[in-house]
């Protein structure tokens, strides 16, 4: 099949407007996702250089063949990488700033996690999953509570209060900064760094003076790392990052520099924006349906299924990509080896044929089989700790305060993204519990 006749999206597909990042596409994009389920559930999309796959049988197809679909490019055209490799050669940018991608360029040829296949992702991932056990997420709990009620402590009398700023970003924030050993003294830097890297996320292009900054910032991380590893080196410590320098498995190479720091890349992102964006969805969703809330207060053990819920229905990692290594058959369409192929979890989480009746929120944990932590090989390494940190949180702000409602008028403005999805701010009103 050639590209004059595979399917392909046109100019008047919804779709477009949400790779766009239109406000209110990115606001609510289901129902172009629908739209390529019903009628385009395999589609060529010249904008992200890549299939668009929007069905969870298709999905879940691709994931479980890691030999003919690799996770080599899992961010595809729109992550830091790519653009890194836009503008690495591009004279219009600083001299500075070229260096800073082509750091980034030179770093990202490192497949790790996310982005390798087997065998390297199995050894990857034996080597660093002890950090991420159900075990060892249970022993962190009481210093998520801790770290929860001093959030909520700090909530001004009757509010309003952003849900975002104040409570969903600084919980999975200050424990990814204490995993990685970092300051409390450095937090704001920390914060910054976090922006950097998922400002580039779901993002075919940004503004000059954005990427200049951008990259500034991604360059501050890394020479953080590197300097504290060379730190650990000399004298090692009770850390993640002694564990990943010291990390052994019987006749497997330890990691390189290159893989710690695209490893710390990684957690950054998936340990801190992506629940940042499940405990605020989460919030939301429940000041959204009175019914809902009311519900879940009078049995708290309902939390944990209102959070795989929104998983579901609000998937923080909206999507990844593949890289077809054979031409294969898939949806109907004739993928070719070297293809693209983007993998829209989000659309697979609200299709009728896998969730009957989809829009509906069940509490009795039947749909559990979602993609939002991806499936298979890939499956999140950080699952153990999203969800739990999540309905610590969520439990502990239905236990403490009551009355939960938006603060203003208007539509809750939604991350400019189309890879990943949360809100940008949850300003709410509330009364403090007795």
């Known amino acids: 099949m050639d590209s004059a006749t595979r399917d392909t999206v046109m100019p008047d597909f919804p779709i477009n407007a949400v790779l766009r990042r239109d406000d209110e596409a990115i606001r609510c994009p289901f129902a172009a996702f ?21 069905r969870y049988d298709d999905i879940r197809e691709v994931l479980k063949d890691p030999v003919t679909f690799s996770s ?18 591009d004279p219009d940018f600083p001299e500075e700033t070229r260096r ?13 996690l996310l982005t390798a296949d087997p065998p390297l992702h199995k050894r ?41 700023r104040d409570f969903a970003m600084p919980l999975p924030m200050t424990v990814i900064a204490r995993i990685l050993g970092v300051p409390h003294e450095l937090m704001p830097t920390f914060k910054k760094w976090t922006i950097a890297f998922t400002k580039g996320v779901g993002a075919l292009d940004l503004p000059r003076e954005e990427l200049i900054e951008l990259f500034a910032d991604v360059d501050e991380f890394y020479d953080y790392f590197t300097a504290e590893l060379g730190k650990r080196r000399r004298e090692p410590q009770d850390d993640l990052l002694t564990d990943l320098l010291q990390a052994r498995m019987s006749g497997e190479e330890s990691l390189s520099e290159h893989e710690i720091l695209q490893m710390l890349v990684q957690f950054l992102v998936a340990g801190n924006e992506t629940t940042t964006n499940l405990i605020g969805s989460t919030v939301k969703r429940l000041v959204d349906s009175p019914d809902l809330m009311a519900s879940v207060r009078s049995d708290l053990s309902r939390v944990p299924v209102v959070v795989e819920e929104t998983l ?16 294969v058959e898939l949806g109907g369409q004739q993928i070719r080896d070297g293809d693209m192929l983007y993998l829209m979890y989000s659309s697979g989480n609200r299709d009728e044929a896998a969730f009957p ?25 950080g699952s153990n700790l999203a969800r739990r940190e999540s309905a610590i949180a969520i439990t502990t702000l239905l236990q403490r305060v009551e009355g939960l409602a938006h603060a203003g008028p208007g539509p809750t403005p939604y991350m400019r993204s189309f890879a990943l999805r ?13």
């Open 312 to 327: 579901r229905l609000e998937a923080p990692a909206q999507g990844l990509f593949r890289l077809a290594m054979a031409d």
């Open 100 to 112: 800073q991608a082509a750091r980034r360029v030179e770093l990202s040829k490192s497949s790790v």
């Open 72 to 89: 080599r490019f899992a961010s595809g055209r729109s992550s830091v990488t790519g653009l890194a490799e836009k503008i690495a050669d």
């Open 124 to 164: 990857q991932r034996g080597l660093v999953a002890m950090a991420f056990t159900p075990r060892r997420v249970k022993e962190m709990e009481p210093e998520f509570q801790a770290i929860v009620d001093s959030l909520i402590d700090a909530f001004p009398e009757g509010g309003p209060v952003d849900i975002m």
């Open 357 to 381: 009746e989809p829009e509906e929120i069940r509490l009795d944990g039947s749909r559990s089989h979602h993609l939002a932590f991806g499936r298979g090989e890939h499956v999140c390494l």
């Open 422 to 434: 949360g809100p940008l701010a949850l300003p709410v009103t509330f009364t403090r519990r007795s």
């Open 34 to 54: 629908a739209h390529l389920r019903q009628d385009h559930p395999v589609v060529w999309s010249d904008a992200l250089g890549a299939w668009m796959v929007s």
